[in-house]
C-alpha cells in the first residue's frame, strides 16, 4: 500500500508594480522556474536572514576568495 500527501496549497492574488512584476519574470527565468518559485525561494531566504537576526547573527554576502564583501543590514525591525 502506498500512502501520498499532497501538499496544502492556498492561491494567492497579489497586486504589485510594473516593476516588481518585471523582476519577478526576470528572476523566473533566470531560475528556469516561474514566479511562484521566485516567491517561495525568496521568503525561505528572507525566513532565514530573520532567524539568523535573532539570534544576533550577522549576514554576509562574499566573494568567491571567501573575503566578507557585503552586509545585509535592517532585514527585521524589533
Known amino acids: 500500500m ?8 492556498v492561491q494567492l492574488s497579489l497586486d504589485v508594480s510594473a516593476e ?10 533566470q531560475l ?12 525561505s531566504l528572507l525566513k532565514v536572514a530573520v ?9 554576509w554576502i562574499a566573494n568567491r576568495n571567501q573575503e566578507l564583501d557585503t552586509e545585509i543590514v535592517g532585514i527585521s525591525h524589533d
Open 20 to 29: 516588481l512584476y518585471q523582476t519577478l519574470n526576470n528572476l523566473s527565468q
Open 51 to 59: 532567524e539568523a537576526e535573532k539570534e544576533g547573527k550577522t549576514i
Open 2 to 9: 502506498t500512502i501520498q500527501t499532497q501538499e496544502q496549497r
Open 32 to 43: 528556469h522556474g516561474d514566479t511562484a518559485d521566485v516567491l517561495i525561494k525568496a521568503i
